[in-house]
Structures are given as structure tokens and as C-alpha cells.
């Protein structure tokens, strides 16, 4: 069982600054909490860096206690990140890798979305985002897929289970423009797209989504994600098992031109 995703260093840094600077200027955390408009508890969140430190909360404590900017300095440090912290070791062989296999088997792969295909997971998130990080979130992912022009040599191969396509994202006409996109994204000739079908489906494919990614030193990885979990694999025998069970997962979707056959339909039936 996997721990639970825990807050940024930062949130912990700048909240333990916070209090320290309280403490040095003999200002308690129910004063604090008055002149910021927040409750206590939400103060004690903050310091403790439970929660995220508020531009507010910042702003009020350089005041009181006469900190000359300095707490107001940590903002730049609060910033949102671009991917969540489990993947990031995955984001960045990602944009280098020079092939890429991925099998996705509930939503359309990331590197194929739409903005606001992007937007309606995102801000569908649970616990809910707050909208600056969703900003940066879907910003993020909107900079991923530049790789797939900007790099026509690297060759990617997606195969995408039925059920990705069923689950409706936002509503019909986000559904079908996203379909749509898929249409034009699988033009290029780098990219190739197929659709794995409910009755074709085998096991390996009920176990979750997976990446396979070749990197400029041809050194083969595979990286395999959950729920606020992902795994970067670069152990040959692991690797091997996932290329096998990818390998087994394409040989029973539909062919490109199926495919293509398939999405239109799909949409049509919106």
C-alpha cells in the first residue's frame, strides 16, 4: 500500500519560517490569525506546512512582525509545479526519449489531449486543486505534446482501450473535439494511434496504463502509474515483463486504419 502524497517541502519551509519569525517578533499565532482574517487552526495548518502558505498569511506576517520582505520573498517558492511530484522523473525521460509506447486504459494519454479535455480531468481533480496550480497543471501538459512536432524523429506508438473513449470528459462536444484532435494528431507521421476494443481486451490490459520509452543512450525504461503513485522502471527484467504485456495488449487492438474507422464512428455516435 502506497503512503499518501505529502505536501511540498516548500509549504513545510515557509510555514516553519512563518512561525519563527512570529515567535522572534513576540507576535502569537491568535494575533496572526486576527490580522490575517483566518481562523487559528488554518494558521497552525500553514506553519505546520499542512497547507499551503496564503500570499495573504505571507504578507500580513512580514508586516507584523516587521520582517522587511523577507517572508514575502517565499511566494516565488510557492509556485505550483508543472507535473505532480511522482512523476516527474518520468516527465523528464519523457522529453528526451527518442521512442515512445504507451497503452492508456481509462482517459485519452496526456500527450494526446485537448486543452480542455486537459482542463475538465484536472480541475476534476479529488482533493480539488486550487486554480493556480490547475493553470500551471494543464500549462504543463499542453507543453509536453510540443515534443510531437517539434521532434518528428521520435517515433510514438499509442494504444487506447475502448473505455477511454466511453467515459465522457466534461460533455459530448468536448468528447467529440477531442476525438477529433486524435484524428489529426494520428496524421503525423511519427505518431501512430490504435484503439484496443472491450471484446478484444486481454488481461495485461485490465491491469492499468504503461509507458515504454527508449532514451538518446538506447537504454529501455518503463514506468507504470496509480492513483497519486508512479513508477519509473529502469531494471531490465522489470522492463521486459511490461514490454510483453504492451506487446501482448497491441497485437489485439484494431489496426491504424480500424482505428481511424473506429474514433469516427465514436464521434458520430455522440
Known sequence: MSAPAQPPMAWKYCGDQIKRWREQ???????????????????????AGRRKPSFKLLSTADELCNARGMLLGAQDFLKPEKFPSY???FTQAESEAIALQAYASLVIPGLLQTEEYARELIN?????????????????????????????????????????????????????RQLSHLLTVGKLRN??????????????ALDGPMVLLETPDHEQLAYVEGQYTGILYAD???????????????????????????????????
Open 25 to 47: 517578533a513576540g507576535v502569537t499565532r491568535e494575533q496572526l490569525s486576527q490580522a490575517a482574517s483566518y481562523d487559528i487552526e488554518s494558521v497552525r495548518s500553514m506553519e
Open 87 to 89: 512523476s516527474k522523473g
Open 124 to 176: 476534476s481533480a479529488y482533493p480539488p486543486l486550487d486554480d493556480e496550480t490547475v493553470e500551471v497543471r494543464v500549462a504543463g501538459r499542453m507543453q509536453r505534446q510540443e515534443r510531437l512536432r517539434a521532434a518528428p524523429t521520435t517515433m510514438y506508438g499509442f494504444v487506447i482501450y475502448e473505455a477511454s473513449f466511453r467515459a465522457i470528459v466534461g460533455n459530448a462536444d468536448v468528447m467529440k
Open 191 to 204: 505518431v501512430s494511434i490504435q484503439v484496443l476494443p472491450i471484446d478484444r481486451a486481454a488481461r495485461a
Open 236 to 270: 531490465p527484467e522489470r522492463v521486459n515483463v511490461i514490454a510483453q504485456r504492451h506487446g501482448m495488449i497491441r497485437m489485439q487492438a484494431l489496426s491504424i486504419e480500424e482505428s481511424v474507422a473506429f474514433i469516427r464512428r465514436t464521434a458520430e455516435e455522440l
